[in-house]
């Protein structure tokens, strides 16, 4: 069973960036395409971007700007950095797997919260 | 973007009940469409790919259909661990966009 799961700060100041990775078990990120997902309190989701194995991306139009995926095969990890946080960008990240364009698994969810 | 509106936005049903939650995609997403199960403070869990495929392990009272621009779930049977929010989600295009919810509420 493929298990993901989210790791980083969950304050971040405003200005500053965020930083989050996501440690796969159960599999192996040398395949499929690996996402980022978020979903600010009481509110939808949000597709941020994904990254592909071979480090190809794609990135949502209203992020590309200050945001950098990564992927790290031999850590079965991969990563996001978001720069120059607001109090907009707090919300409850995950990281999910989409092998076909579907997200059939996902970590728990790491809530990051932007405030001074 | 792909804007995606679901209906209705929240749903009061009983134990047994069969509920229907559509989906209507601001453009046509051939069969690119998927649904999601999420209760409070969870990931959300796949249901359906694909417009109708369903994901290994869900219960077969959950069943989608559509095409074009109108995408229906139906839950039929309610059973209690089926309360929770629902959402569509488009991977006809980047960027991948979902509907805004459908709470299933205990009526």
């Known amino acids: 069973q493929v298990q993901l799961q989210e790791s980083g700060p969950g304050l971040v100041r405003p200005s500053e960036t965020l930083s989050l990775t996501c440690t796969v078990s159960?599999?192996?990120?040398?395949?499929?395409?690996w996402s980022w997902l978020r979903q600010p309190p009481g509110k939808g989701l949000e597709w941020i971007g994904y990254?592909?194995?071979?480090?190809?991306?794609n990135y949502s139009p209203s992020l590309k700007s200050r945001l950098t995926m990564s992927i790290d095969t031999p850590k079965n990890q991969f990563s996001m950095t978001l720069t120059s946080v607001t109090a907009a960008d707090t919300a409850l990240y995950f990281c999910?797997?989409?092998?076909?364009?579907?997200?059939?698994?996902w970590g728990p969810g790491m809530l990051v919260t932007v405030s001074s | 973007d792909i804007q995606m509106t679901q209906s209705p936005s929240s749903l009061s049903a009983s134990l047994g009940d069969r509920v229907t939650i559509t989906c209507r995609p601001s453009?046509?997403?051939?069969?690119?469409l998927n649904w999601y199960q999420q209760k409070p403070g969870k990931a959300p869990k796949l249901l359906i790919f694909?417009?109708?495929s369903l994901e290994g392990g869900v219960p077969s009272r959950f069943s989608a259909s559509g095409s074009g621009t109108e995408f229906t779930l139906t839950i039929s049977g309610l059973q209690p661990e089926d309360f929770a929010t629902y959402f569509c989600?488009?991977?006809?295009?980047?960027?991948?966009?979902f509907g805004q919810g459908t709470k299933l509420e205990f009526k």
């Open positions: 159960g599999g192996s990120v040398s395949a499929f395409y």
């Open positions: 453009e046509v997403v051939s069969n690119y």
């Open positions: 694909r417009t109708s």
């Open positions: 990254i592909y194995h071979s480090g190809s991306s």
């Open positions: 999910a797997r989409n092998p076909k364009g579907a997200y059939d698994f």
């Open positions: 989600q488009q991977n006809y295009e980047l960027p991948h966009t």
